[in-house]
């Protein structure tokens, strides 16, 4: 299959963080970096007239922090561009929320985190199934590490979206709706295909662990068992999952061995 040259604007005003950002997205043989900037007036005008496919930008830019330079990107975009934020500060993944980036990368990163942003940007970007089953873990060998620690599901809509095990919380089976929806750190739920059923998701990873009919956490994000309850660590500590007796044995077991 041929593979296009994705668009990349970078905006980072350290030159030794836009270098190496340059170089690392190259080695895919993916993208073609249309800007390498560390900012300006005339940045947005730029993007605008380049439009580009992938756009990074870092934070705290000089003058002009890189979220208010995403929502001014937001009410000027007519294309289908993904933002992802480039920073050394963890906290501000809220902002990258708040601003509906696609995602985020900390400062300084290992090539598995871009490999992670990349995949997530291909499947986005691809619309036949087939293609999907092709390119999720093609690129740049992610068959490996990358895709150890990636989750692929598929929406109600057909849409496939590619996550890290480490955004998801825990899900839940919607009765009403007869679909399992999964709980991410960086969005509340997103609902899965009716067709998806528990052993589809116990099947992908041991982290995953059935706590009762209805939820299947993601133990890694487990505080304590509390009882026949448990408590997850924020932010999904909001709501105190049940644990039926069927599956108590095994869950107390699995959080022993962590």
Not at 127 to 134: C, G, I, L, Q, S
Not at 166 to 190: D, P
Not at 239 to 250: F, H, V
């Amino acid at each position: 299959m041929e593979q296009r040259a994705y668009k990349v604007f970078i905006i980072e005003d350290s030159e030794q963080d836009r270098e190496l950002l340059e170089k690392s997205l190259m080695s895919y043989n993916l993208f073609q970096i249309v800007g390498c900037l560390p900012g300006g007036s005339g940045v947005l005008a730029l993007i605008q007239r380049l439009h580009p496919d992938l756009l990074f930008v870092d934070v705290e830019l000089p003058g002009f922090p890189g979220y208010e330079l995403v929502n001014r990107l937001h009410e000027q975009v007519t294309w289908n561009m993904k933002v992802v934020f480039y920073t050394a500060y963890p906290q501000y993944m809220l902002e990258a929320i708040r601003s509906a980036a696609f995602d985020f990368l900390l400062k300084p990163f290992e090539m598995k985190e871009l490999d992670l942003i990349v995949n997530r940007f291909i499947q986005s970007k691809i619309e036949k199934k087939e293609e999907v089953n092709t390119m999720a873990c093609g690129i740049r060998g992610l068959e490996d590490e990358a895709c150890k620690n990636a989750f692929s599901i598929q929406l109600p809509t057909g849409e496939i979206r590619v996550l890290r095990l480490s955004e998801i919380g825990y899900f839940k089976f919607n009765a009403s709706r007869r679909c399992w929806e999964v709980f991410l750190f960086i969005q509340k739920l997103l609902a899965m295909r009716s067709s998806i059923n528990a052993m589809n998701i116990l099947g992908f990873s041991s982290q995953f662990v059935q706590i009762h009919k209805s939820y299947i956490i993601n133990i890694q994000h487990l505080a304590m068992i509390d009882g026949d309850e448990c408590i997850m660590y924020p932010p999904f500590n909001g709501e105190r999952l049940p644990i039926s007796s069927k599956y108590k044995k095994a869950l107390q077991s699995s959080f022993i061995q962590l």
